[in-house]
């Protein structure tokens, strides 16, 4: 993908609520979208991704939707924990490219 | 997924030496990539590291300051070249494995100081 905008830079949630991240891609190939959490010192670890012929996708308390039409995804995390805290990053790449391009980041604080 | 594992993990050095930091990956892959990641920033695509050839450089982004080998499927490693402190950063190796089209997988970063 060309561009990919990521929204909001801070999230500050309470444990237990629930907490939405929002990215929009400018490129219409784009095809494959992950979501990376990244912690403190650490490289960053891929939780959830999606591929364009699908709108949504769900592994526990982390879901990702898909909204091709609008060009946005978005990243779901439900019944917050302390452990979720972390700087989250969206990406996408395009039909045939193994290039990621990354958002700017979200940095989530789960405050208990 | 799989273990990705680099070194060192951190250093700090002094500007107009070099670095070099490898990528060592238990599991075959297809693709090697070499990202930075400028503090509290996003990540960008430095390199892909290709078997036997040269790698590919992203715009901005030369052979001379960054020098990837790849020698074989499992490991690679990049320099960093003459440092300046505008080098600190962390850098990062990415994988995408064999049979996993389009999904990587990042190591633990080398965190890089420079002086």
């Known amino acids: 993908g060309e561009n990919v905008e990521q929204h909001p830079s801070t999230l500050s949630v309470q444990e237990g609520d629930s907490a939405v991240i929002k990215c929009t891609y400018s490129?219409?190939?784009?095809?494959?979208f992950p979501w990376y959490k990244q912690e403190l010192g650490k490289g960053p670890q891929l939780i959830i991704d999606?591929?364009?012929?699908?709108g949504e996708k769900k592994d526990q308390r982390i879901a990702v939707t898909l909204n091709k039409t609008a060009k946005h995804f978005s990243l779901h995390i439900t019944e917050t924990q302390p452990e979720d805290s972390a700087v989250y990053f969206c990406?996408?790449?395009?039909?045939?490219?193994?290039?990621?391009?990354f958002g700017k980041g979200t940095k989530l604080s789960v405050i208990p | 997924s799989a273990v990705i594992s680099q070194k060192p993990s951190r250093d700090i050095c002094q500007r107009g030496t070099s670095l070099t930091i490898q990528c060592q990956v238990d599991?075959?892959?297809?693709?090697m990539f070499w990202y930075r990641q400028q503090p509290g920033q996003s990540l960008t695509l430095i390199a892909t590291?290709?078997?036997?050839?040269?790698?590919?450089?992203e715009s901005g982004f030369v052979i001379d300051k960054f020098p990837i080998s790849r020698p074989n499927l499992t490991f690679s490693t990049l320099t960093v070249s003459n440092m300046s402190p505008e080098d600190s950063s962390i850098y990062l190796c990415?994988?995408?494995?064999?049979?996993?089209?389009?999904?990587?997988?990042f190591g633990p970063g080398t965190r890089l100081t420079v002086l």
């Open positions: 990415s994988v995408e494995l064999a049979g996993a089209t389009d999904t990587q997988y």
């Open positions: 999606i591929r364009s012929n699908v």
């Open positions: 490129d219409s190939a784009s095809n494959y």
């Open positions: 990406a996408d790449s395009g039909a045939g490219s193994y290039q990621l391009t």
């Open positions: 599991s075959q892959v297809t693709m």
């Open positions: 590291a290709n078997q036997g050839s040269e790698a590919t450089y």
